[in-house]
């Protein structure tokens, strides 16, 4: 039986368990869990901090103004989806061709599902390896997929695995993700004097500030927010950082 390895077994390690799954596609996977000992690395001085507010669409805006250029992999194949679930529809239950339908749209739910998986893994670990500190909000993204207009642009973007994998990439580099109050008011507070605009509404793409008179972008300067405020808990000044190496 062929196997492909996701990553070798270094020696150093112990094999404890193994689980095997078979997939809605057909395919086995092996989970392997392991004991090894790893020395704690020191935390990292957090002198690159990045602030990211969620964007549904983009996934999100950072604190320099930039957006990654997320594919939509769930859109991408949405109509090739429906194609194939129909077709099985169709098919009669129990009989062959229903049985092979229904692989086809497994393996289908399967490719978006490893493209999501593979553009998150390979942007975390890029964002991981520029910052010193990340910051986001405390969002439910349970609630937010639950709603009429963002249920699908929020499943698409797993902005909930991007979060989990930005953590651990993280952690193992002695860097910090700081995650905020989801009530902090990172939109409507000016990132330049601090006003707060109250009467700022989610139409509102760009505004300007009534005190300062600064004409902001809303997402980038709620990213800002977002950033300064993750400087002040980790006990840092608020500063402008230069740009760190981040290409879309």
């Not at 095997?20 to 020191?42: F, Q």
């Not at 901090?49 to 996934?59: C, F, I, P, T, W």
């Not at 300067?221 to 230069?242: D, F, M, Q, V, Y």
Request: net charge positive; aromatic share 8%.
């Amino acid at each position: 039986m062929k196997i492909k390895f996701h990553r070798k077994i270094p020696e150093n390690m112990i094999i404890k368990s193994a689980t095997i799954r078979e997939s809605a596609s057909g395919k086995y996977y092996i989970s392997i869990l392991v004991e090894y000992e790893e020395k704690i690395r020191p935390v990292t001085p957090a002198e690159k901090v990045l602030g990211l507010d969620y964007s549904s669409k983009a996934l999100y805006v950072d604190s320099e103004s930039n957006r990654p250029d997320y594919l939509g992999f769930y859109r991408q194949t949405e109509e090739k989806l429906n194609k194939a679930q129909r077709k099985l529809s169709g098919r009669k239950k129990g009989g062959e061709n229903r049985r092979k339908q229904r692989l086809k749209v497994a393996r289908l739910h399967e490719k978006v599902a490893n493209q999501r998986k593979d553009f998150l893994h390979k942007l975390s670990r890029q964002i991981a390896n520029a910052c010193d500190a990340v910051v986001i909000e405390d969002l439910n993204m349970r609630g937010m997929a639950q709603g009429l207009h963002l249920a699908k642009a929020t499943n698409d973007n797993g902005f909930g695995m991007f979060k989990t994998f930005l953590a651990y990439k993280l952690a193992e580099q002695g860097k910090s993700l700081v995650v905020i109050d989801k009530w902090y008011p990172s939109s409507k507070m000016c990132h330049v004097c601090g006003e707060k605009n109250k009467e700022l509404t989610l139409s509102d793409r760009k505004w300007q500030c009534k005190k300062c008179r600064a004409v902001l972008d809303r997402d980038v300067n709620a990213a800002i927010n977002i950033r300064n405020e993750g400087c002040r808990i980790l006990g840092i000044e608020e500063r402008t950082i230069g740009r760190m190496g981040i290409a879309w």
